[in-house]
């Protein structure tokens, strides 16, 4: 059960791509966003709703032209991104994006665990640590236990996008950011990965945000849904709303407000 201590707070965030221009794009539109600790959001909406702009925001990808966004009690508007990694961890569609390819999977977990530390892979993985990431693999239940000194990139996509889940939660941040990490996967895939996320953030109380496309998986998991349309948060739904819902309601409710480009 989440409390309701604030982890993140945006207020009035707006962005805006080639202002003034015929191309110009309201991406976010006065956005105000709390996501109490512990809380796990599912984020939908339609292309080009703003669903990864909203993420870039958080993880400092560039800075808003309004607004305030709090992480944990440290205003964090204007750190660039790497300053941010202390307390962001994100996991992107593209399995690549979060593993190091010709390294070992032990490598790969080392250098997670690492982040924001200023020690190096110089100084090798100790006896402990390479135990605790046998334990921590193992949970994954894939026998990736068995395969640490194998390169990351000889593994299957759900492999290794497990992995790189594993990696952004190794230490534990105050926010994880899923960006529709199982899309690229195949169905059967996708159900593990997202099981494994469910398992890993409830388990660690983590709080999160996960994009995905999927209504279904949107209303399945986590605690509290958003919808997203040309820049606004258009829908919330608690846990108790969520529990009622079905992926018609939603399209009806969205109808309502003359929204017909939701998903998909
Ligand atoms: N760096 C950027 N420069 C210019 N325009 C951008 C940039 N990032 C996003 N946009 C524009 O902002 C709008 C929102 O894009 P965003 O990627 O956040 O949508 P999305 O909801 O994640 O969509 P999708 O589900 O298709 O991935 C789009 O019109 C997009 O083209």
Do not use: C, W
Request: charged share 20%.
């Amino acid at each position: 059960m989440a409390n309701q201590e604030a982890m993140l707070t945006m207020t009035n965030v707006s962005k805006t791509f080639y202002p003034g221009s015929p191309n110009q794009v309201n991406a976010l539109q006065d956005v105000n966003l709390t996501v109490n600790k512990g809380d796990f959001i599912t984020l939908v909406g339609g292309n080009g709703a703003g669903k990864s702009t909203l993420l870039n925001a958080i993880s400092g990808n560039f800075l808003p032209d309004t607004g305030d966004i709090v992480v944990n009690g440290n205003n964090v508007t204007y750190l660039k991104e790497d300053k941010r990694a202390p307390y962001i961890s994100r996991v992107f569609q593209d399995p690549k994006m979060g593993t190091a390819p010709r390294m070992t999977v032990q490598e790969n977990l080392s250098l997670a665990y690492r982040r924001g530390d200023k020690r190096t892979l110089r100084f090798g993985t100790s006896t402990i640590e390479k135990a605790f990431f046998k334990e921590e693999l193992k949970k994954l239940g894939l026998g990736l236990e068995n395969r640490m000194e194998a390169e990351i990139g000889l593994l299957s996509g759900g492999q290794r996008q497990s992995i790189a889940l594993l990696m952004a939660t190794l230490k534990k941040p105050d926010i994880l950011l899923l960006d529709e990490h199982t899309a690229a996967l195949d169905p059967k895939t996708a159900k593990l990965v997202l099981e494994l996320t469910d398992q890993q953030v409830t388990e660690n109380n983590l709080t999160s945000i996960m994009i995905t496309h999927n209504l279904q998986d949107a209303i399945q998991y986590g605690n509290r849904m958003l919808v997203l349309h040309h820049g606004q948060i258009v829908k919330d739904y608690d846990a108790e709303a969520k529990k009622a819902l079905t992926p018609e309601a939603i399209f009806a409710e969205l109808q309502a407000l003359s929204i017909q480009d939701i998903l998909i």
